[in-house]
């Protein structure tokens, strides 16, 4: 059946509207150099969506099935991505002075981040394109994703990695999964850039950033989960910045959400980066669509460590469109929001992921955000990835003997 679906979609620029095949392999526009963007003919599409059948499908990326660009069932690779808890924050929304708050859970993903949506899509595409490798620049998780799924997949996978600069959990399963894992000299920036020109050199090798239109096509499903999951679009999202990517992503979900009819409302896109990495929120502040590259970024938040975000004009637009903002946080405030989360409301979550807490509150004591208005945070990687920061960060085991005598001193009950 989903044969038919190949009709309703192509590739667009973002900039001059040039339109590519679905099955071409392009990245950035060969005309103006612009970044691509999937494009759905909603309309049409309408007619072979039902809301009815979707609420029967399990949730996960697979349940807007019609809405995703893979054409050929039998390549599909899943894991079942998606379906991550939306948390009530009790807790948490009383520490920052809101009424709803709620923490998008996306370290539930299979290899414990948002990439895993993505990845299914992309991944898929590469079979159904023949490719028979994979290769993406990463800061870590992207790394993790496309590995596990490559393997899955058979599909040989390369991923580079700024040497020494990627969080612990992270290495290791990109190394687990059977990825060749290229630790670059450099930067992620100096790594993206030529990950991007040898997959145009070799044209064998597929390229699975977040520049591939494909992957933010997995990415989106998590807005429409929101809108499933609340009933409603909540007033605001809150959710960390890198290369800018995921942001836009779900935007264009909750986009497509209005276009089909089923809501008028889009919350506000508020983009929250690390001071130290920040190129994007000096972009915003200075209202200038001109995005001057950091040389040498720097946060704890290895993640996001990111100086020349590829996606900046489409986190831009998403921000200005939507009337959010872009703020950016230290790296204390990183850290004191990953334990703030852990300790008032059971969350691991790793420090870039925090960046959405530290950002929200923030939002509120600046008034960007009202106390009634509906927030979600976008936790988008679980804390295990990073067990080095949790380490140095928290109080050290205290070793004690195996008497009662010795436990009771330590116990203050
Ligand atoms: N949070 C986490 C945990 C991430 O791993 C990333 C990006 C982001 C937020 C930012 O998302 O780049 O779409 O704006 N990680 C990439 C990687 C860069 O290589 O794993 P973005």
């Known amino acids: 059946m989903y044969t038919r679906l190949h009709e309703y979609f192509d590739v667009r620029c973002i900039d001059c509207n040039q339109s590519y095949g679905v099955d071409e392999i392009v990245y950035t526009c060969r005309g103006c150099g612009g970044l691509l963007e999937v494009h ?10 039902s809301i009815g059948l979707w609420r029967e499908r399990p949730l996960n990326v697979w349940r807007y099935r019609e809405l995703l660009p893979i054409f050929d069932d039998s390549k599909i690779v899943s894991m079942n991505e998606g379906g991550t ?83 612990l959990g992270k290495l290791s399963q990109a190394m687990m999964y059977g990825a060749r894992v290229l630790a670059v000299k450099g930067s992620f920036d100096s790594a993206l850039k030529v990950a991007i020109q ?99 970024p720097e946060t704890v938040a290895t993640a996001i460590r990111i100086g020349n975000p590829i996606s900046w004009k489409k986190a831009l637009r998403t921000v200005h469109e939507s009337r959010g903002s872009m703020i950016d946080v230290s790296d204390e405030e990183i850290l004191d929001a990953q334990k703030l989360v852990a300790r008032m409301e059971g969350l691991f979550i790793e420090p870039a992921s925090a960046a959405s807490i530290a950002g929200v509150r923030r939002l509120v004591e600046e ?30 085991p205290i070793e004690v003997d195996p008497d009662t005598e010795s436990l009771r001193r330590m116990l203050t009950v």
Request: with cysteine; glycine share 10%.
């Open 198 to 296: 040898i997959c145009l050199e070799e044209d064998r090798i597929y390229l699975l950033n977040s520049v591939n239109p494909f992957r933010i096509e997995g990415q989106k499903t998590a807005a429409l989960e929101i809108f499933d999951q609340l009933g409603f679009n909540p007033d605001n999202i809150v959710i960390p910045v890198g290369n800018a990517g995921n942001i836009s992503a779900y935007w264009k979900g909750f986009n497509e959400l209005r276009m089909l009819g089923l809501t008028e409302k889009l919350p506000r896109m508020h983009g929250v980066q690390a001071r130290g990495a920040n190129p994007l929120v000096k972009a915003y502040r200075s209202m200038s669509w001109i995005v001057e590259p950091l040389e040498n």
């Open 367 to 396: 008034g960007v955000i009202d106390r009634n208005e509906v927030t979600v945070c976008i936790a988008t990687g679980h804390g295990l990835k990073d067990p080095e920061i949790a380490l140095k960060i928290c109080e050290p």
């Open 40 to 49: 759905l003919d909603i309309e049409r599409l309408s007619d072979v969506i």
């Open 85 to 167: 808890r939306l948390l009530r924050c009790r807790n948490l929304a009383e520490e920052v002075g809101l009424e709803n708050l709620y923490i998008k859970c996306e370290g539930d993903n299979p290899t414990g981040s948002f990439k895993d949506r993505g990845m299914s899509i992309g991944v898929s595409k590469a079979l159904e394109l023949g490719f028979k490798a994979t290769l993406c620049a990463s800061t870590g998780n992207t790394a993790a994703s496309l590995a596990a799924y490559s393997a899955r997949a058979g599909l040989k996978c390369y991923v580079l990695v700024p040497a020494g600069k990627i969080a």
